[in-house]
């Protein structure tokens, strides 16, 4: 595999920007579809009478095509290149988009869900392992904290559009689908910019997931804890009295705690050089903002202040996780990681919404709050375990 250089000899500490800002801004178009569809289609079925184990299935479908796409993502992008496979994707997943309008069996959403997110899992690990070949080593915390604002900032903007467009009519469909194909824009302008995979990992694919396993069980958590918490959010803050808009606007402050702690969280992050006890501190965080959740649900603007902190370690856990797994690998093997790190993102997006809408039909509403709960207090556990007695393993 060969990179992009990060600039002449004796400059290897350059940011190399032009392939920067095409990955960010590509991949942050799609988060605003994504934060938009997520509620969107939960909000839909909900109001055809579909059980919350179900929608939580159907969105668990999402997991499913990651799984399959990240081991065949860096062999098409090696087969086909990293651009043309990323327009592609774009394409594939802007027609999908429209399409859950059109398909009205609850059935024929299973293969779109397949479909639109396979494409925008290729599209997650490209533009990552982009952003890795264009960050030197001692600054990609600090670009992986741009990386995370802008996609937040794109996951924000898509609540907020369906707090504005609501899920009536076609309309927030179209929206959701020119989102995505303004991603083409920058990925064509900069597609010369973009890295080449010429050379092979060392190791099957299935290593990469246990390599680095306090890297891989964080991202597990954030997918678990975001798919579900995105998904069903919406369904937990109605079914407590809350209206559509006002769910909405939670889902927002969420993305907003996102954008305004990621860039700290990743300069941090660059001063640390292990990352172990960063990812066990906002674990810890994220464990007692989910165990608040029932007793500040009655008040939106004191659980608005609650998912703005909230919002903020969750998806540090991406960040620093991502930063880490940086840390400690790199060339080929840095991006096949990279796979197997949206990979178990992808099985914690099968596990949360499928757990959490399991947890909301056996023990009420609440049940949303102590499945989120389980998963933080699960990781706690692990990345706790491994500080105190595995020493300087990842």
Request: a neutral charge; hydrophobic letters at 55%.
């Amino acid at each position: 595999m060969s990179e992009p250089t990060n600039g002449k000899a004796g400059h290897v500490e350059e940011i190399h920007w032009p392939s920067l800002v095409a990955a960010i801004s590509s991949i942050s178009s799609v988060g605003i579809a994504i934060g938009l569809g997520l509620p969107l289609l939960s909000i839909i079925l909900e109001k055809r009478g579909i059980p919350s184990t179900l929608i939580g299935l159907n969105t668990a479908m999402a997991g499913v095509a990651a799984m399959a796409a990240a081991p065949v993502t860096t062999k098409l992008a090696h087969k086909y290149g990293v651009a043309p496979t990323m327009m592609w994707a774009v394409v594939l997943s802007a027609l999908s988009a429209v399409g859950f309008y059109y398909a009205q069996a609850f059935w024929m959403w299973f293969p779109l869900r397949l479909v639109f997110h396979g494409a925008t899992t290729t599209l997650f690990i490209l533009s990552e392992f982009w952003i890795n070949a264009a960050s030197p080593p001692s600054k990609r915390g600090f670009v992986l904290g741009i990386y995370a604002t802008v996609l937040s900032l794109g996951f924000a903007a898509g609540p907020l559009l369906f707090s504005l467009l609501g899920s009536e009519g076609v309309l927030p469909f179209l929206v959701g689908a020119c989102a995505i194909l303004i991603a083409a824009v920058p990925i064509f302008i900069a597609r010369n910019e973009s890295p080449v995979l010429e050379e092979k990992p060392e190791l099957h694919f299935m290593r990469y997931v246990f390599l680095v396993p306090t890297a891989t069980a964080a991202v597990f958590v954030f997918g678990a804890v975001e798919a579900g918490g995105l998904s069903l959010f919406p369904i937990y803050a109605t079914r407590s009295g809350f209206g559509e808009s006002q769910a909405a606007l939670l889902l927002t402050m969420m993305g907003v705690g996102n954008v305004v702690f990621q860039i700290p969280l990743g300069l941090l992050s660059d001063r640390i050089p292990d990352k172990r006890p960063l990812l066990f501190v906002m674990a810890c965080m994220g464990l007692v903002g989910s165990l608040a959740l029932p007793w500040l649900v009655t008040n939106w603007i004191v659980l608005a202040a609650l998912l703005l902190f909230w919002g903020g370690c969750v998806s540090g856990l991406y960040t620093v996780g991502l930063s880490h797994l940086g840390s400690r690998l790199h060339g080929p093997d840095l991006a096949a990681a990279n796979a197997a790190f949206v990979f178990c993102y992808a099985v914690g997006t099968v596990a949360g919404p499928q757990t959490i809408g399991t947890a909301i039909d056996l023990a009420g509403t609440n049940g949303f709050a102590w499945a989120i709960a389980c998963f933080f207090g699960l990781y706690v556990l692990l990345s706790g375990v491994r500080l105190l007695f595995l020493g300087n393993r990842a």
